[in-house]
C-alpha cells in the first residue's frame, strides 16, 4: 500500500510565484525517501499542505489509503511532523510541553511519562528537565521536535531537516532508531540539504525543482541510471548528481566563483 500519495499538487503564492506546479509523489508503506531539491524548490511548501498548514490551490493528498482535506485533523494521529519553522509552547518546559502533545494523542498518563522518560534521555534533554524551551539552543528545540514527532508511534514521519544543528552523538542514535522504524513498517518522508546524510539513509530519492519531481530512483540503482541519462563516466557522490540534475536548464551551476578569490 502507498502511504503517502501526493498527485497533482498546485500552490501559488502571487501570480509569479508558483511553489508546485504540478507535484506527483507517492511513498510506499515501510520506505525511508529522501526528498531534495534546491532552495526555494517546494520542498517546505509540500510538507506544509501535508501538514495542514498550507491550504493548496489544486490536487489531492491521500495517507493511508485515506484523502485529506483541509478540515481533517484525525489522520494526524498517524503522521508524525518534524517541520522546517516548528512552534512550541515555549513557556514550557520540555517535559511538561510533551505532555501536553501526549494529552492530546489520548496517551494513558502512565504510558506517556514511560515514554516520556525514555524520549528526554535519548535525546540528553534530561540535563534542561527545569529550563523553558524559550531558553534552548536550536539544536536543542530540534529535539524537542523530534520527541514530539515520535511520542505517539506514527505510522508515517515527515520530517524537515530533522538532524539540523543537532549534534554528532545524538544525530547517530535518531539515525540508527529512523532505520529500526522502518524495518518495523514506518514510512518515513526526509527532506534535508546534508545529502551525505539522505544516501546514506535512504532507500529512495525524489529530487524537485520548480515544484515538479524532475528525478527520481532507488538509491542503489541512482549512480548508473544517471550515468546513462547524463552521459557522465562516474559520480563520487549523490552531491554530484544533485548538482547535475537541478543544474540542467540553466539552474545552478557548480563552477560559479566568486571574481576576487
Not at 534533554?125 to 506514527?154: D, N
Request: proline share 2%; hydrophobic share 40%.
Amino acid at each position: 500500500m502507498k502511504a503517502i500519495e501526493l498527485n497533482d499538487l498546485q500552490k501559488a503564492y502571487t501570480k509569479d510565484v508558483k511553489a508546485l506546479n504540478g507535484l506527483d509523489l507517492d511513498v510506499e508503506e515501510g520506505a525511508l525517501l529522501g526528498f531534495v531539491g534546491p532552495n526555494g524548490a517546494g520542498k517546505s511548501t509540500t510538507i506544509n499542505i501535508v501538514a495542514g498548514l498550507l491550504r493548496k490551490d489544486a490536487g489531492t493528498v491521500r495517507l493511508l489509503g485515506e484523502e485529506i482535506h483541509e478540515t481533517d485533523f484525525e489522520y494526524k494521529r498517524n503522521v508524525g511532523f518534524v517541520l522546517e519553522k516548528p512552534r512550541y509552547i515555549d513557556k514550557l518546559t520540555a517535559r511538561e510541553y510533551l505532555r501536553f502533545v501526549a494529552g492530546m494523542y489520548d496517551i494513558d498518563t502512565r504510558e506517556a511519562g514511560a515514554r516520556i522518560d525514555e524520549l528526554l534521555d535519548f535525546l540528553d534533554l534530561e540535563v534542561k528537565k527545569k529550563a523553558r524551551i524559550e531558553t534552548f539552543s536550536a539544536g536543542m528545540k530540534k529535539k524537542v521536535s523530534l520527541a514530539a514527532a515520535l511520542i505517539h508511534r506514527p505510522r508515517i514521519l515527515i520530517l524537515d531537516e530533522p538532524l539540523e544543528a543537532i549534534d554528532p552523538v545524538s544525530a547517530k542514535a535518531i539515525k540508527d532508531n529512523l532505520k529500526l522504524m522502518v524495518q518495523n513498517g514506518t514510512t518515513v518522508l526526509l527532506s534535508s540539504h546534508v545529502l551525505d546524510t539522505v544516501e546514506k539513509l535512504c532507500d529512495e530519492i525524489a529530487i524537485i525543482k520548480k515544484g515538479r519531481i524532475v528525478f527520481r530512483s532507488r538509491m542503489e540503482d541512482i549512480r548508473s541510471r544517471l550515468q546513462s541519462e547524463l552521459g557522465q563516466d562516474a559520480y563520487s557522490s549523490l552531491e554530484e548528481i544533485f548538482v547535475e540534475v537541478v543544474s540542467q536548464d540553466g539552474g545552478q551551476g557548480a563552477e560559479k566563483k566568486l571574481s576576487w578569490l
